[in-house]
């Protein structure tokens, strides 16, 4: 039974907050506005856009490679030093300064454009790691569901107000706009920046500061925990089987982020309000799916809360990738008219329930399965898989929709979330959370 106390509701508010913050980046940089941008404007190779695809998918990928390599370690440095909070605000600044200058990028530019992609990409993603790290102090085992969806939740919130604001005052994406919608950037990091400031007000840093033994260095202190860390992995079996799951999950729900709009612009050929309309529909349903879905959690568990939103997954992808068909449906049963751009919001809002849920009962149930003294360790774990997911995600749809197109290539998503469904099948919550609980930290 866990012994953690609930933290005050400023800090868990605090914490929270980040979640509000970052979104802000996603949203606007990687999935709404900037992917678009650097795809149909920045490399522009119409008229469908492959090479624009692909160059997205390796600059992704490329960021999400440098985190698998480095979030393990800062894990471990930050457990051992509990520097936590430090190794957070230097991936913020790094966010913020690498995405305000997007705005130098022109047209043309695809190296640059990427450049600066990889290293606020690099630094956002590894951020993720770090605050999802500070969970596990903010309240037993049972409560990180709700906590963790308070703050997908309050995250979604947050994308819904910076999009909102930058979508009204920047227009749309094209040429013709290029010198309003370049201001993309510094509007991201400017709402990224005051954000995220009361998480550095209110969130503590627990633990305890250990000295280096003489001779010892902090990246060979580092890798001596990992190993022993790793050497008693086989200790976390449910956890090591969650990682397989959340593996492939994160592999599509990456994909999801990364490409939904671009499919939207490209493959259904959207207009502008549905555009808009669409990224309402998902920030609303995935507020609500991360806040309800958690509650959820306290009630039925974890991992059969995880299971639930992968099948909301496969129901979400069927219907992105069966949009003209369900369009078709639609008019010889109910005899409406509508075009395939309506019928997608469906699609929308079964993704959009998935997306914030999905991200949080796994990030809950991997606190549930995490040693307190382990836990920037193992969520530096949790970081690598996501983000090593992320980089196959976008590599194989990156070459799939090169060899296939888009509107196929979408169906690579589908078998990712069916593997992700079979490989969480072993776990045991109950046995993966008294491991956590019993497990002691001999490196004093």
């Known amino acids: 039974m866990s012994t953690t106390k609930l933290a005050p509701k400023r800090e868990i508010f605090g914490w929270s907050m980040f979640d509000f913050a970052n979104q802000g980046y996603t949203l606007l940089i990687i999935t709404v506005i900037f992917g678009d941008l650097f795809t149909r404007v920045i490399v522009g190779d119409a008229p469908d856009y492959r090479l624009g695809n692909l160059l997205w998918s390796i600059s992704l990928a490329i960021s999400y ?18 520097s936590r909070k430090r190794f957070l605000f230097i991936s913020y600044l790094l966010t913020v300064v690498a995405t305000a200058m997007l705005y130098w990028v022109e047209p043309g530019w695809w190296w640059p454009a990427m ?29 990180l569901g709700w906590i963790s969806g308070l703050g997908w939740s309050l995250g979604y919130i947050g994308g819904l107000i910076a999009t909102a604001f930058a979508l009204f005052f920047l227009g749309d994406v094209s040429l013709d706009n290029y010198p309003t919608i370049r201001w993309v950037g510094p509007f991201a990091a400017g709402f990224f920046l005051v954000a995220a400031i009361p998480t550095f007000i209110w969130l ?5 500061k250990r000295t280096l033994a003489p001779g010892q260095s ?39 982020i990364a490409f939904s709009f671009i499919y939207g612009a490209q493959v259904i050929g959207w207009d502008e309000q549905v555009r808009v309309l669409m990224f309402v529909t998902v920030q609303i349903t995935a507020a609500l799916g991360a806040i309800g879905f958690g509650v959820l959690q306290s009630w039925i568990g974890a991992k059969v809360t995880y299971m639930m939103t992968l099948s909301l997954w496969l129901l979400a992808i069927l219907a992105i990738w069966q949009t003209p068909l369900l369009t078709e449906w639609f008019r010889l049963w109910f005899d409406v008219d509508w075009q395939a751009q309506y019928v997608f919001l469906i699609a929308g809002v079964l993704a959009g329930a998935s997306l914030g849920a999905s991200q949080s009962a796994a990030r809950a149930l991997v606190g549930v399965f995490t040693p307190l003294a382990k836990s920037a360790e193992f969520f530096g774990f949790w970081g690598m898989a996501t983000k090593l997911a992320a980089v196959f995600g976008m590599l194989g749809l990156g070459l799939m929709q ?7 290539a979408i169906l ?21 959370s008294e491991v956590a609980e019993q497990w002691r930290d001999l490196d004093k």
């Open 65 to 82: 490679l440098m985190v698998v390599v480095a979030n393990p370690i800062c894990g471990a440095v930050m457990d051992y030093s509990a």
């Open 218 to 256: 902090l990246l060979g202190m580092a890798f001596q925990r990992l190993h022993t860390t790793w050497s008693a992995m086989h200790q976390f079996r449910d956890l090591r089987v969650l990682l397989v799951s959340i593996f492939f999950a994160m592999a599509g729900i990456y994909i999801i």
């Open 412 to 432: 690579f998503c589908l078998l990712l979330f069916v593997v992700a469904i079979i490989a969480v099948l072993p776990v045991q919550e109950a046995r993966g």
């Open 402 to 408: 090169w060899a296939f197109g888009l509107a196929d």
């Open 204 to 208: 503590r840093e627990r633990g305890t």
């Open 115 to 143: 450049l600066l992609i990889i290293i606020s990409n690099f630094a956002y993603a590894i951020g993720e790691g770090f605050i999802a790290s500070f969970l596990t102090d903010l309240g037993p085992r049972k409560a």
